[in-house]
């Protein structure tokens, strides 16, 4: 994520090389064109729809065009929309605990205590790989681990924790919260190892000779030093969080409804004008808890330097 | 904290190693489960133990027959998409890359859209797009809608991967090639390219994986066929049977030899360029 600091220099070397023929700014262009061509078209465009839509009268058979503010009125003065935020609340506040504590450790281990590079390169990929499978399968191999006559229930009945099988391991809270972790904990390893590596280990030296122990040099330097990174996965994680649905579905059994739950659920059911405002509802509101984040942490001036 | 080799080992090194291990053991147990549980007996069931072990569930699988839609046809479809998907990340990426190396007008901008593109909740994105399709007009089909749809998921990651690599490019490689006569193709072709290629294979792995495993950006996009994912979201929600671990392994298997394509690749890359011949 050392992008924008890797823009910079970039950009400082092409001005360096000013070329002959075409202006570079006409070159620039034509070579960013694809890319911004899919975005207006896939991902600009379809938000403008969804606004728009928004505002939207509908019935069974149709969308009609018109400005109205009934989808949001009903959003605002429905009780369900407040259980449903507190349950995304509810889930982002744990997962993302969860994950910033495992992420840093792993990234603390890797980066600090693994001694040789080819093992921190082999560690690091071994923790990634799993990113690259898919996720609904990642989600459903916690099926049998978890379920009443499961692995961990074998267990817990095998040791007498508990004479009758734990019910609320699966098609639960937990069950969901166990494959939010599983799932999107790398995302946070992988910006703050990026961190940890810029940090410079003479630093680390210096203190220690001057009598610093482990906990003052983790509280003192790593932990300032990594800002950044555990902003950067932070907000991942919590976008990805707050946007899931199908994870909620599946691993709760249905019980459980976060946010885009219900917003998919008037999908299936085409309600599109009020699912359209619930979505630009729900974007607000990420968008005010990426900013805080980012408002806590400048991360781009910390790229940047 | 890190000691010089040679040196004993702090105690929070074992605790902290004992951690890692746990980890990788939560990341990678109930992958091993379901590859072991897919390969259940006839009798068997969803969980240990196991009764007897047989291929009855792979066999379902490819029979295309009962309640589950037709799996072979999605994978196809799915690696089809993911090597499409694939190849325009990796142009896509390349060229834009290749834009910011200069400051030029909206470079911010686009920049930040991709950003956002890659944090917004992805069923937006796929509703968003299946919205404006219907108001205009149009269906929604695999390669239109959809491919767009995953676009937008694998661009931002491409994007970022193309910027480390291009960050760390050593222009006065591209400056001599300037200055001996090159033309722009030709340093592009001879010169950038072969510097910047496992970045490239990276950027191309990770097109391919992330469109693979793409699910809450096609739901709504994909049209009237389905890709592989979809095809398990279908069987989570309708019968769950040992058949939708032996899809799992299958999909697993699939993305592993990718991987090993890729990161081999990529060390021989690497390791030329180290060593040159």
């Known amino acids: ?305 | 904290m890190m000691t010089e080799p040679g040196q004993p080992r702090p105690k929070s090194f074992y605790v902290l190693a004992l951690f890692f291990m746990a980890f990788l053991a939560f990341m990678y147990g109930p992958m091993l489960v379901i590859f072991i549980l897919s390969f259940q007996g006839e009798n068997g069931g969803m969980s240990f133990p196991m009764i007897g072990t047989s291929l009855l569930w792979f066999k379902q699988l490819l029979s295309n027959t009962g309640r589950m839609g037709d799996i072979p046809s999605a994978l196809v479809r799915s690696l089809e998409m993911a090597v499409l998907a694939s190849a325009l990340t990796v142009a896509i990426c390349v060229s834009a890359g290749l834009a910011f190396r200069r400051r030029f007008l909206g470079a911010g901008l686009l920049f930040y859209t991709a950003v956002a593109s890659l944090v917004m909740p992805s069923l937006f994105v796929g509703f968003g797009i299946a919205l404006g399709f219907k108001e205009l007009g149009w269906k929604t089909s695999l390669f239109t809608s959809g491919l767009g749809a995953q676009l937008t998921w694998t661009l931002p990651f491409g994007l970022m991967i193309t910027f480390a690599t291009i960050g760390r490019f050593d222009r006065r490689y591209e400056e001599a090639a300037t200055d001996l006569g090159a033309s722009a193709w030709q340093r592009f072709k001879d010169i950038i390219l072969p510097i910047i290629m496992p970045g490239v294979v990276g950027v191309a792995l990770f097109g391919f994986t992330l469109s693979y495993d793409e699910f809450p950006r096609s739901q709504l996009t994909v049209g009237t066929v389905n890709t592989l994912p979809l095809e398990i979201w279908a069987m989570t929600t309708a019968a769950i049977s040992p058949v939708l671990f032996a899809l799992g392994t299958v999909t697993t298997i699939v993305s592993f030899l990718v991987l090993t394509v890729a990161i081999a690749t990529i060390g021989a890359l690497v390791r030329r360029r180290t060593k040159p011949a």
């Open chain 1, 1 to 305: 994520m050392t992008l924008t600091a890797e823009l910079g220099v970039a950009a400082g070397a092409a001005r360096r090389t000013q070329r002959r023929g075409w202006p570079g700014w006409l070159v620039s262009w034509i070579q960013a064109a694809p890319l911004a061509l899919v975005l207006l078209t896939f991902f600009v465009a379809p938000l403008i729809f969804v606004v728009v839509v928004s505002f939207f009268d509908y019935d069974r058979l149709a969308l009609y065009p018109a400005f109205m503010l009934d989808n949001y009125v009903e959003i605002f003065t429905s009780p369900i929309t407040l259980k449903l935020y507190l349950k995304t609340f509810e889930y982002a506040v744990i997962v993302e605990t969860l994950t910033v504590v495992i992420g840093f450790l792993v990234a603390y281990f890797l980066t600090f205590h693994v001694r040789t590079f080819s093992w921190r390169i082999g560690l690091l990929v071994a923790c990634t790989i799993p990113f690259f499978t898919s996720n609904m399968i990642r989600m459903i191999s916690w099926m049998p681990f978890l379920g009443r006559e499961g692995i961990l229930n074998d267990v817990v009945l095998a040791m007498k924790l508990s004479k009758t099988p734990l019910d609320f391991l699966l098609f639960s809270d937990f069950a969901v919260i166990v494959a939010y972790v599983h799932i999107l904990t790398m995302m946070m390893v992988a910006p703050i190892v990026n961190s940890m590596s810029k940090i410079d280990k003479a630093l680390i030296a210096a203190a220690r000779d001057a009598g610093a122990n482990e906990c003052q040099i983790v509280r003192d330097i790593v932990i300032p030093l990594s800002k950044t990174g555990i902003a950067l996965g932070s907000a991942l994680v919590l976008t990805q969080t707050m946007g899931d649905y199908f994870i909620v579905h599946v691993l709760s059994g249905g019980k459980s409804a976060g946010v885009v739950t219900a917003i998919s659920t008037q999908l299936n059911a085409f309600e599109y004008p009020p699912a359209a405002a619930s979505s630009v509802v729900l974007l607000l509101v990420v968008v005010v808890m990426v900013s805080v984040i980012f408002r806590i942490v400048d991360v781009r001036k910390e790229l940047a330097g």
